[in-house]
């Protein structure tokens, strides 16, 4: 079984460019959580979708980033302009329904210099 | 709100020995989860090994073993027989078990490194 798929690795881009994050979790995986893993530190939780609802997006700055889960399967994040402080480690989970052990993608390094 | 704090930032183990991390954790709540998960290089979030807090026994997953003390609030994770392939970033977990947001909550993490 495929695990969680995030491209790309990695990424460079130049400050008030625009960047997006894709993510492809384990089929048949309802749950999708976007996280953010600033160096040094745990992961936070940007969002969460149950389906192609995004049911817990507390945490996610609004003002520049955005995210989509067009027919509750592929997620995309977007931030649009990035920023220096974006700088981190964006990571991809999906869980079969709700509370259930969530399995991590490898992540996108974002570098904005 | 809950919080998760690791005081080891870095560890280190000669390899066969054991290793113990530590972490410990706030909450007001009486129903949760916990979990040590393993990030090496790659970036790959790995489950290691996952706690109920209404269960007394601490939870054992081969080599990996962990010593729960619910009313100090520790969760501490123990390897034995460490191994090259066990050098990673820990992570201690908390996820609450009545509010319907399943979010992890993560500690900083331990960086353990394994000397041959």
């Known amino acids: 079984e495929a695990g969680v798929v995030q491209s790309p690795r990695y990424k460079i881009i130049e400050k008030k460019q625009p960047v997006a994050f894709w993510c492809n979790p384990i089929s048949g995986h309802n749950t999708l959580y976007w996280y953010l893993q600033n160096l040094g530190q745990g992961p936070e939780l940007l969002i969460r979708y149950e389906n192609e609802e995004a049911v817990d997006d507390s945490q996610l700055p609004k003002d520049r980033f955005s995210a989509e889960r067009l027919k509750g399967v592929d997620s995309t994040l977007k931030i649009q302009p990035a920023e220096l402080g974006d700088s981190a480690v964006y990571l991809c989970a999906s869980s079969s329904l709700g509370p259930e052990q969530q399995y991590f993608g490898p992540g996108t390094r974002l570098t904005v210099l | 709100a809950q919080t998760v704090t690791q005081s080891q930032p870095e560890m280190s183990v000669q390899e066969a020995e054991t290793v113990t991390l530590s972490c410990t954790y706030d909450t007001s709540e009486s129903d949760y989860y916990l979990f040590w998960y393993k990030q090496p290089p790659s970036r790959q979030m790995i489950l290691v090994i996952r706690?109920?807090?209404?269960?007394?026994q601490n939870a054992t997953e081969n080599r990996f073993s962990v010593n729960f003390q619910k009313a100090a609030k520790s969760f501490s994770l123990k390897i034995s027989d460490s191994q090259l392939g066990d050098a990673a970033m820990y992570f201690c977990?908390?996820?609450?078990?009545?509010?319907?947001?399943?979010?992890?909550?993560f500690g900083s993490g331990t960086r353990l490194l394994v000397r041959p």
């Open positions: 977990a908390y996820r609450s078990a009545v509010d319907s947001s399943y979010k992890l909550i």
């Open positions: 706690q109920e807090a209404y269960k007394q």
